[in-house]
């Protein structure tokens, strides 16, 4: 008895059969299954710290391009009798595109993409620690190998299909200019991002003020810069913000925790400064870990309707930052109401 047709009104499948795709399946799933087998043996085989950072992801890489391309080859030598997979169904250039070249074209894209990972994840850093390259320029040099490398790949890709590069510079140069004044803000964000990797006005691992809130860049992109922070989350910032505005380096800066108060006109402006030194020092005690230096307290400016002091005590990170703040808020609260020290109404606002 013949096998049901599963794609009755198409003539370059009609030879198909439910079993033949349902046993395709099957062995796709068993590829796969045993991936994720072959996965959890390997983290019970693979206990040791050092193995388990540097040894077992190369390991799972290898895994995952054997499941990958060992679908793709099934695919192929499954269907390779099949002429629905040869037969072209586009001419071009003297090309005929079928789904075999397709799927050839798209083995190259996928392939480069792993391959130039895994040489940047597991060869260059090694080419970096010889050479003492910096982590930023590492960075730069990673990214400009990534793109040559996918470049060539989808050029080849195309030439394979049949498709003429010239052709397609030209179809991209008239829309570049039907749309470029629609994606202005792309374009401008890609050549800041070009700037930022080659001009290296900040790099990856740097800590960067941005809008008051501060960060660690973890990876710069042709569009964006990705910035962790410890309160905030993560911020996605275009690159075009680096190039226009002004971004505070926080890397190679000491790092203060700083309260900003405001007194009514008539306080003893000595005695002012006298507490907020004694609140600072006082907090400090309270934080492990804070710097053994003596914090400074400045008159830093006279308003319409209020004096403006500020204390400043040394700290080695955001969160220690953070933290102390708070601290020395509560001691100058404490002191203020102590010794009888007003702060400064809002404009608008009345006091009794």
Same mark, same amino acid.
């Given at each position: 008895?013949?096998?049901?047709?599963?794609?009755?009104?198409?003539?370059?499948?009609?030879?198909?059969?439910?079993?033949?795709?349902?046993?395709?399946?099957?062995?796709?799933?068993?590829?796969?299954?045993?991936?994720?087998?072959?996965?959890?043996?390997?983290?019970?085989?693979?206990?040791?710290?050092?193995?388990?950072?540097?040894?077992?992801?190369?390991?799972?890489?290898?895994?995952?391009?054997?499941?990958?391309?060992?679908?793709?080859?099934?695919?192929?030598?499954?269907?390779?009798?099949?002429?629905?997979?040869?037969?072209?169904?586009?001419?071009?250039?003297?090309?005929?595109?079928?789904?075999?070249?397709?799927?050839?074209?798209?083995?190259?894209?996928?392939?480069?993409?792993?391959?130039?990972?895994?040489?940047?994840?597991?060869?260059?850093?090694?080419?970096?620690?010889?050479?003492?390259?910096?982590?930023?320029?590492?960075?730069?040099?990673?990214?400009?190998?990534?793109?040559?490398?996918?470049?060539?790949?989808?050029?080849?890709?195309?030439?394979?299909?049949?498709?003429?590069?010239?052709?397609?510079?030209?179809?991209?140069?008239?829309?570049?200019?039907?749309?470029?004044?629609?994606?202005?803000? !792309? %374009? *401008?964000? +890609? &050549?800041?991002?070009? /700037?930022? #990797?080659?001009?290296? =006005?900040? @790099?990856?691992? $740097?800590?960067?003020?941005?809008?008051?809130?501060?960060?660690?860049?973890?990876?710069?992109?042709?569009?964006?810069?990705?910035?962790?922070?410890?309160?905030?989350?993560?911020?996605?910032?275009?690159?075009?913000?680096?190039?226009?505005?002004?971004?505070?380096?926080?890397?190679?800066?000491?790092?203060?925790?700083?309260?900003?108060?405001?007194?009514?006109?008539?306080?003893?402006?000595?005695?002012?400064?006298?507490?907020?030194?004694?609140?600072?020092?006082?907090?400090?005690?309270?934080?492990?870990?804070?710097?053994?230096?003596?914090?400074?307290?400045?008159?830093?400016?006279?308003?319409?309707?209020?004096?403006?002091?500020?204390?400043?005590?040394?700290?080695?990170?955001?969160?220690?930052?953070?933290?102390?703040?708070?601290?020395?808020?509560?001691? !100058? %609260? *404490?002191? +203020? &109401?102590?010794?009888? /020290?007003? #702060?400064?109404?809002? =404009?608008? @606002?009345?006091? $009794?």
């Amino acid at each position: 008895m013949k096998n049901p047709q599963l794609f009755e009104g198409i003539d370059v499948l009609r030879n198909l059969s439910v079993i033949e795709f349902f046993l395709f399946f099957l062995y796709l799933l068993l590829i796969f299954v045993s991936k994720w087998i072959a996965q959890a043996v390997l983290k019970r085989i693979v206990r040791h710290d050092g193995y388990q950072e540097r040894v077992y992801p190369i390991l799972e890489d290898i895994l995952n391009w054997v499941a990958f391309y060992g679908s793709i080859m099934l695919f192929l030598f499954y269907f390779g009798q099949e002429e629905w997979l040869t037969t072209p169904f586009y001419e071009t250039e003297g090309v005929g595109v079928s789904i075999l070249l397709i799927v050839v074209a798209i083995m190259i894209v996928t392939f480069s993409s792993r391959v130039v990972k895994a040489f940047n994840s597991f060869v260059m850093p090694y080419v970096y620690g010889q050479f003492d390259v910096e982590l930023g320029m590492s960075y730069t040099i990673n990214r400009l190998i990534y793109y040559a490398v996918m470049f060539l790949a989808i050029a080849v890709s195309f030439t394979i299909v049949g498709l003429d590069l010239r052709a397609v510079g030209i179809v991209f140069s008239v829309l570049g200019i039907g749309i470029g004044f629609g994606v202005r803000n !792309i %374009a *401008a964000n +890609f &050549v800041s991002g070009i /700037i930022i #990797l080659f001009e290296r =006005p900040m @790099e990856v691992g $740097e800590m960067v003020e941005i809008d008051k809130k501060i960060g660690r860049i973890t990876k710069i992109k042709l569009r964006s810069t990705i910035v962790e922070t410890s309160k905030d989350g993560t911020l996605v910032v275009p690159n075009q913000y680096f190039i226009e505005q002004i971004v505070k380096n926080r890397s190679g800066a000491r790092l203060f925790a700083r309260v900003v108060v405001s007194v009514e006109y008539g306080c003893d402006t000595e005695l002012v400064s006298e507490l907020l030194v004694q609140a600072a020092e006082r907090e400090i005690t309270k934080v492990d870990g804070v710097p053994d230096e003596k914090p400074d307290a400045q008159f830093i400016d006279f308003r319409n309707s209020s004096m403006d002091f500020q204390v400043e005590a040394r700290v080695l990170n955001v969160e220690m930052k953070d933290r102390l703040e708070s601290r020395i808020r509560h001691g !100058i %609260a *404490a002191l +203020f &109401v102590e010794h009888g /020290i007003r #702060l400064a109404s809002l =404009p608008g @606002e009345r006091t $009794e």
